[in-house]
């Protein structure tokens, strides 16, 4: 039934919920059969003059219902009548987690076909990719990574290009070669938890310098280099996690000339270049001779993809880089290098970034919505809200007050390279969470902002 088109003015619900309802009341009234074909998702969003995503949510709605079902490269499908009743509320999770930042997750059946039909395809290769491959990606993968990195303007050589099992094995490598335990090594004050645990690991000392709204102060990067001569500074310039700022270009270049000032190598965390659509250069791009570019795929395509492109400096860099990580990894995981260098190539990963940006942009909005006015820093199209705390609330307490109600988040304490924290925490608005439960405790939060911890607190 390709004309099937719903009332959606019958229902004062949102719309997603409406469409489900409204295919669930057909099915039961007989004006939809078991094997009737739904109109294709593009279409029928165009029909009721509204957002694609919005019937994709019905259509996913009514799966879970157990009334349709979507074939691979056929449609939606009615398959059965309603499994449960509409009024039985969903199992609420005992915890909201809002402490992991993750890309939202994929609910558009027709984008998790494509994706599915990339691991199909791969998996028509399934016994090769069980060998020991060569180390640093396979001219296929790295003509992909070339793709996937233009669009940040990067065309490196194929010789200082690697695929890499993930942004933490090559910051591990990047840091090893660079610096010796005991040796110090730069960073934004408030800084990605990973690059602590590294630094940690190798011994070396992180070093946090101050910041403004722009980033890092050359000033402060200028007297850390006499003061301590770095042998690296790390940088997370793209909505930084978890301030969410972005470093202006003009702020980049003053930064890249103080280090090559003082021949001070740059390690720029690229987690989340993929996301704006402003072009703002990379280091690797202003300073490519000094800059250590990692590109994870974790942040804009997804967590569970455990895979990175490296650009290094120059060819002759990147021979103890390919050594160390060679002894720490052997290689990347050809199974999964192979799927992230399909979805590139077959556009899927363009789809998925797509979705990301839209379904970020919507959950900031209801932070935007419920959340008192001035009470966080984000980014639009950033995963979390960076929170500072406002008096008496200590971020000990807060994390407490929320954790006790069932929502987590995290303290400042994670995020600091020196120094006393400040009283600030990270929400999380990706991951699997959905937009109802982020709801629900974005507006606790608002009403924990506005009130003493004493009259919040709800638990001794």
Not at 432 to 450: G, N, Q, V
């Amino acid at each position: 039934m390709r004309d099937w088109t719903p009332d959606l003015t019958k229902s004062d619900k949102p719309r997603y919920l409406a469409i489900a309802d409204l295919i669930e009341d057909d099915v039961k009234a007989g004006r939809l059969s078991i094997g009737d074909r739904l109109p294709p998702q593009r279409k029928l969003a165009s029909r009721l003059a509204i957002d694609f995503t919005t019937v994709a949510r019905g259509y996913v709605e009514a799966q879970k219902r157990g009334l349709v079902e979507s074939r691979v490269g056929q449609g939606t499908f009615v398959s059965g009548r309603p499994s449960r009743s509409r009024a039985a509320a969903p199992a609420r999770p005992e915890l909201v987690d809002l402490s992991m930042n993750l890309p939202p997750e994929p609910d558009d059946p027709e984008l998790i076909d494509l994706m599915r039909e990339g691991l199909a395809e791969v998996g028509r290769n399934l016994v090769s990719l069980l060998r020991y491959q060569g180390f640093g990606g396979s001219p296929a993968d790295k003509d992909a990574a070339t793709a996937w990195l233009g669009r940040r303007a990067l065309v490196p050589s194929q010789d200082r290009l690697f695929v890499t099992p993930g942004a933490h094995p090559a910051l591990l490598g990047v840091f090893g070669i660079l610096a010796k335990p005991g040796d110090v090594v730069l960073c934004e004050a408030v800084t990605y938890p990973g690059a602590r645990s590294i630094a940690a690991q190798l011994g070396l000392k992180l070093v946090g310098l101050e910041m403004d709204e722009d980033g890092v102060t050359p000033d402060a990067f200028t007297q850390a280099c006499g003061r301590f001569s770095p042998k690296a500074i790390y940088l997370n310039p793209t909505l930084q996690n978890p301030t969410t700022l972005t470093i202006p270009e003009e702020r980049r270049t003053a930064l890249a000339a103080v280090a090559r000032q003082f021949g001070v190598p740059i390690v720029e965390d690229d987690a989340y270049g993929f996301i704006p659509t402003s072009k703002i250069s990379p280091f690797a791009a202003i300073a490519p001779d000094i800059t250590w570019h990692v590109a994870g795929l974790a942040k804009c395509i997804g967590a569970g993809l455990r895979a990175a492109y490296v650009v290094a400096p120059s060819a002759r860099a990147a021979w103890p880089f390919a050594a160390a990580l060679r002894v720490a990894n052997v290689m990347a995981s050809p199974l999964t290098v192979a799927l992230a260098t399909r979805w590139i190539e077959d556009g899927t990963a363009d789809i998925m970034l797509r979705f990301i940006r839209a379904e970020t942009t919507a959950r900031q909005a209801l932070a935007t919505e419920i959340l008192p006015g001035g009470s966080f820093r984000a980014d639009p199209l950033s995963f979390n809200l960076w929170v500072p705390l406002p008096e008496p609330w200590t971020r000990s307490a807060f994390v407490g007050h929320m954790r006790a109600t069932g929502v987590g988040v995290v303290a400042s304490d994670a995020f600091c390279a020196n120094g006393a924290p400040t009283e600030a925490v990270r929400v999380c608005l990706g991951g699997p969470t959905s937009r109802a439960d982020i709801r629900r405790a974005l507006e606790f939060m608002a009403h924990a902002l506005t009130e003493a911890p004493e009259i919040a607190s709800t638990f001794l």
